[in-house]
């Protein structure tokens, strides 16, 4: 392949919509960090080593964000590129690189670019290798929302390029776990245009541990450098899209994973209430308990909802970004573009949006639950307590008339046995009178209950 090229193009996630103006998530420079890495390790470009004097976000060597704030140009970088300088290769010649570094909106974008010095110099697949191609992976560049790397080539008419194609998808892969599989096919621009996903079977619905790649091949002679730069910005927005897209389905099918354990859990204290209230006597301490539990998770279940409804306008606005960009392109290409990508928006985009429209209707009717559960559990508990609070009542007024009249009546009589003729009487008088006064305590106990029963149960009146 001649005029060789091979670009590696990330989107990390800056901030979201939690943090406040000027504030980034936790490794918002980790793209940046990772980039600095590589060029101090396997791609020893002198610029790629000093990226951090560089980009717009650092100040002597320290990530400043908030440096970023009201420049209105997406680079972050003064100069239109950035010259990373040149490297030998063992076969004699040299690999030069530029990089761009962007501020999409929410995202660090990159766009770094190695070309042989010369673009009559041919690369084959084994000198694919001097490139480094494993260096730009994702173990290595921990991009959050993902990556794609592109190479572009011009070869003869009479190549094969299908099979060269899926030659340089593998050797890009090469000494790791992924697995490139060719998705897609289609022109651009002119050119051949071989798409292919390369999954980590570990964790293959992560973005950030995918490969998307782009293999451009020029078999036709064709003019391409004039419309791929006037189409660049579209490009690179549209990828950006693309991988927003794929980043932000995979959220929601996390979210609603989290908000079905939540409901399963719901299920089960709802057969705990049932279980409680089905008693003889309902367990207070167990409706507390539950009272205790529930509203935690109520909440996390209305997290898990408003994230989906964030989600599917997440999704949506990217879907229209998407669609902006590729009609521009089209314009650009004469109407042309792979129809693969508008079957991306026609089909994937379009089941994935209703998809978490579904999982919202879904889910919606368990925040009622969660509310009506705990209304009622509130119900029963306050019936309960208040219940219980009268009957303690009762029988402290009970007792209360019992002892007071007691202790009244046998005063009295106390006072007066004396006076009493009886012969038992004067016989054990301290005996009569502790027996009268516990006989007068019970009479009195069970006028304070018909009090207090016609108090709360009075009669019918007519």
Known sequence: MKNFSLSLYAFHLRHTLTELPGEVVTDANLLWENLVKVGEGSLTFVGLKDLRSKLICYQNGKYEPKREIGRIPERLIDAQDLDLGSLPTPEGFKINANLQPFLLNDTYAVDLTLVAESPNISIDIPQLQNFKPSSLLPSNIQASLGQTLSIYGEVESSEDCDTLAEKLAIALVAGTNLNPVRTQQGKLFG?????????????????????????????????????????????????????????????????????????????????????????????????????????????????????????????????????????????????????????????????????????????????????QLVDTIRGIVETEQTERDRSLENKIQVLGIGFGGGAIASGVFTTHIDKINLPIVQKHPLYTSLLLSVLFTFFFIGVGWLITQRRYHPRDQK
């Open 191 to 371: 050119n051949l245009l071989f798409e292919y996903q390369a999954l980590d079977p570990n964790e293959p619905d992560n973005p950030a541990k995918q490969c998307h790649i782009l293999i451009v091949i020029n078999n036709s002679q064709a003019t391409t450098a004039t419309l791929a730069a006037e189409a660049y910005d579209w490009l690179l927005n549209l990828l950006c899209s693309y991988h927003k897209i794929l980043f932000i389905y995979q959220l929601a099918r996390q979210r609603y994973r989290d908000a079905r354990i939540i409901y399963s859990n719901l299920e089960n204290k709802i057969q705990e209430f049932n279980s409680l209230i089905s008693e003889n006597q309902t367990q207070l301490s167990g409706l507390k308990s539950l009272m205790g539990e529930i509203p935690k998770k109520s909440f996390d279940y209305t997290r898990c909802l408003q994230d989906l409804q964030t989600h599917h306008t997440a999704i949506t606005t990217n879907i229209t970004n998407y669609t902006i960009c590729l009609e521009n392109i089209q314009t650009i290409d004469s109407g042309n573009s792979p129809q693969s990508w508008q079957n991306f928006i026609n089909k994937d985009c379009k089941k994935w949006q209703q998809q978490i429209q579904t999982d919202i209707n879904y889910l919606t009717p368990g925040q009622e639950l969660f509310g």
